[in-house]
């Protein structure tokens, strides 16, 4: 590593100082962080690959392929210090990290559907041993292009977790988003395409896992069942391309905006599980495990526990978020809990054009629904615009739900309402909306409701023996429109636990 002059290296502290973040309580006083110094750089690269590579890579240097450990990546790589023009481009250690440390440590990541035997796992690669011909031959030619892309470092999610260890494999599910937008480049091979026109036939987009693949890399390049690139526009990354991002847009209802620039978080769930819903695993715990870095949230992986794994994760997505169209979904609910849906298929498409029209209020909160619904020991505690009524069956299996004339509520049109459960349990029912909006009336709170609009609704039902209400499980998404004319009608909302 080449030496810093001294003079360039007090001059550029002094300006760290001036442009430095907020400082930890123990840092006020010391000597800020100078990216000029080896020393410093050497520990910031020390941290990144601790924290943020992942656990084990193939390093195919020389041609040859082995597996290696973070701990051997500072013997075969080193960071450069920065030198002219280049201290202008570096602010703060997030900029040290892009500009020296990633380019100095850049791997390929690979994404692929599995085959059903002959892949080679982590034990065959390190010791050598004998593994399926086309499982080998597909990581080879993934090793290829990646050689070709100007990467030394390869990681592969058949054979750099060693699945035996089951700390390792709950690392690498929990860090798996953060690896693959971290990657200098994203190969996927659809074994299922010779050609863009066939990818819509291709289960690469089918599966759970290559929905985290598709969203989080930055860079991304697609090949073919023969490893010839399915664009052939001479662009680095195939996100620029144009035409092949209508395309895939198309083929999963993923906007070209999200797939250029998607940020995971607790945020614009329905959406997001929308996309997950169109998608199957093999593990049904997957379900929930791919979608930890899509919605940015943690939890533990216990393989075995099935269903209860959605449960956990919608819960924890539910005590991060204020979206009323949560609830938006219909089918079989958790068994556990009939406010959580089992898995992400309960969010199927729905008509939501002629709801009212979102806003925020002075606090930037979305003005309609109840954004503090909470989950309690007891259920989930949400406040709903409930409007009593009864179920009539249909010829057809269904029932319409009517609010009879006599009440003093507003006027709606019949609700459709397919449900499996046997109604004759239920001695009364009502219909909760969700997203009317709140406003206040002679000092409460109340839900107010606007003329011809569509609301989102659930089914609630009191059973013979019970005293309050309950959620009723439908196989569709509810929704019920208002038929009155005038401004708007201000209903009284309840506390409701499902």
């Not at 085959?115 to 399926?132: N, S």
């Not at 996100?239 to 940020?263: A, C, P, W, Y």
Request: hydrophobic fraction near 35%; glycine fraction near 6%.
């Amino acid at each position: 590593m080449q030496s810093i002059p001294q003079n360039i290296s007090a001059h550029y502290s002094s300006h760290w100082r001036r442009n430095a973040l907020e400082l930890y309580p123990d840092e006020w006083g010391a000597p800020p962080f100078d990216p000029t110094n080896e020393k410093e750089v050497l520990q910031l690269f020390d941290y990144y690959v601790t924290n943020h590579m992942p656990t084990h890579l193939l390093y195919i240097g020389d041609s040859e392929m082995r597996i290696v450990g973070r701990g051997e990546l500072s013997k075969l790589f080193k960071p450069r210090l920065p030198y002219g023009d280049e201290l202008n481009q570096i602010q703060s250690s997030k900029d040290a990290i892009r500009e020296l440390v990633k380019p100095a440590l850049k791997y390929a990541i690979f994404s692929h559907r599995w085959l059903r035997e002959g892949e080679p796992t982590f034990q065959d690669i390190r010791h050598g041993r004998e593994c399926g011909k086309d499982g080998f031959q597909k990581l080879s030619k993934f090793c290829e292009k990646a050689r070709e892309l100007g990467c030394l470092l390869v990681w592969s999610d058949t054979c750099c977790i060693d699945k035996t260890n089951s700390t390792e494999l709950d690392e690498a599910i929990r860090s798996m988003f953060r690896w693959y937008r971290d990657a200098h480049i994203c190969i996927v091979h659809l074994a299922g395409s010779l050609y863009a026109q066939q990818m819509k036939n291709d289960l690469w987009f089918t599966r759970g896992w290559t929905l985290q693949e598709l969203l989080a890399p930055l860079s991304i390049k697609f090949f073919g069942r023969d490893w010839e690139p399915l664009c052939h526009t001479g662009l680095p990354n195939d996100k620029h391309d144009v035409q092949l991002m209508n395309d895939i847009s198309t083929i999963t209802g993923i906007s070209i905006e999200d797939l250029q620039h998607f940020s995971p978080g607790p945020t614009q769930i329905r959406k997001k599980m929308q996309w997950a819903s169109k998608r199957t695993t093999t593990r049904v715990e997957d379900a929930a495990y791919s979608l930890i870095g899509i919605f940015d949230v943690s939890i533990p992986t216990a393989y075995g526990e099935g269903e209860w794994a959605f449960h956990r994760l919608m819960e924890v997505i539910i005590q991060r978020c204020d979206e009323w169209d949560i609830f938006a979904w219909a089918g079989p609910s958790s068994s556990h809990s009939a406010a959580i849906p089992r898995s992400p298929r309960c969010y199927c498409p729905f008509d939501a054009s002629k709801f009212p029209e979102k806003r925020k209020d002075e606090q930037n909160r979305e003005v309609h629904g109840d954004n503090n619904f909470m989950l309690t020991r007891h259920g989930l505690q949400i406040k709903l615009a409930v409007v009593a009524g009864k179920l009539e069956p249909q010829h057809d299996g269904t029932f319409r739900f009517i609010v009879p004339g006599f009440t003093k509520t507003v006027p709606f049109d019949p609700v459709i309402v397919q449900t499996s459960r046997l109604i004759d349990r239920y001695r009364e029912f009502a219909l909760g909306i969700v997203n009317y909006e709140r406003g206040q009336r002679r000092g409460e709170e109340v839900g107010v409701l606007y003329p011809q609009k569509d609301y989102l609704c659930v089914l609630l039902g009191r059973t013979v023996e019970g005293k309050v209400l309950h959620k009723v499980n439908t196989s569709n998404v509810l929704t019920v429109r208002t038929t009155f004319s005038g401004w708007g009608s201000f209903e009284t909302l309840v506390v409701v636990l499902l």
